[in-house]
């Protein structure tokens, strides 16, 4: 697709329960970024990925998140024991580049994650 | 550490005003700097962009220009429109993107 592409739309899950949220960036985009966006947070980096390197994971606010990179593309961000704190919207975003600073991030619609 | 203050909001108007949305950061650096635009029920877009100082970004009649001096990135538009009425928010990039807590703008007609 032209743009990057996020699944599923919403999620609405029980406490307690692990969540997936996958990501897929814009063909060729070497980079690849998680975001959070709450009413009380606003938006928040979570994790990025560039290329083979090792993550940059410093914005993952527990243990209980953890992303993977597929083969250089897809990713997913998964969320163990979900807790009523971490609905929010996940945001994925794709560059081309992340040392080319001016190269924008373009971004996914977002899964909006509500947790009963 | 890095960080980007911007003007809380709603901020209301009515077609054709003049908006500013005052961004400053602090950064260890010199960041690039941006203005997201996130329309209701719409993605995060890139609305404009300047890598280093005393560099203008404009887009879609907006203008920002990067100062050094005060550390701000201010969003300007000469008439607003209706169809302006979005949540701005004004980031830096140091490695990743580190956002405001975004502005809303409500433009009636």
């Known amino acids: 697709g032209a743009g990057v592409s996020q699944s599923p739309s919403n999620k609405v899950t029980e406490k307690g329960k692990d969540v997936e949220l996958r990501c897929d960036p814009i063909?060729?985009?070497?980079?690849l970024y998680w975001y959070r966006q709450s009413l009380g947070q606003g938006l928040e980096f979570l994790i990025y990925f560039q290329g083979n390197s090792a993550p940059d994971k410093s914005g993952l606010p527990s243990d209980r998140f953890s992303a993977e990179r597929t083969g250089g593309s897809v990713s997913t961000l998964t969320i163990q024991r979900t807790q009523q704190e971490d609905s929010a919207v996940y945001l994925c975003?794709?560059?081309?580049?992340?040392?080319?600073?001016?190269?924008?991030?373009?971004f996914g619609d977002g899964t909006r994650l509500s947790i009963l | 550490g890095n960080s980007v203050t911007q003007m809380e909001g709603p901020v209301t108007l009515s077609e054709e005003a003049f908006l500013t949305i005052n961004c400053t950061y602090t950064a260890t650096g010199y960041p690039s700097l941006f203005w997201y635009v996130q329309y209701p029920g719409e993605g995060l877009q890139l609305l404009l962009k300047a890598t280093k100082a005393d560099d203008k970004g404009s887009n879609k009649g907006f203008e920002a220009t990067y100062r050094k001096e005060t550390t701000s990135f201010h969003l300007e538009k000469g008439s607003v429109q209706v169809s302006d009425s979005a949540v701005y928010f004004c980031a830096l990039f140091w490695g990743k993107l580190i956002f405001g807590q975004g502005t809303e703008l409500s433009v009636k007609p």
């Open positions: 063909s060729g985009h070497t980079a």
């Open positions: 975003a794709s560059s081309l580049d992340v040392l080319g600073s001016n190269q924008p991030q373009h």
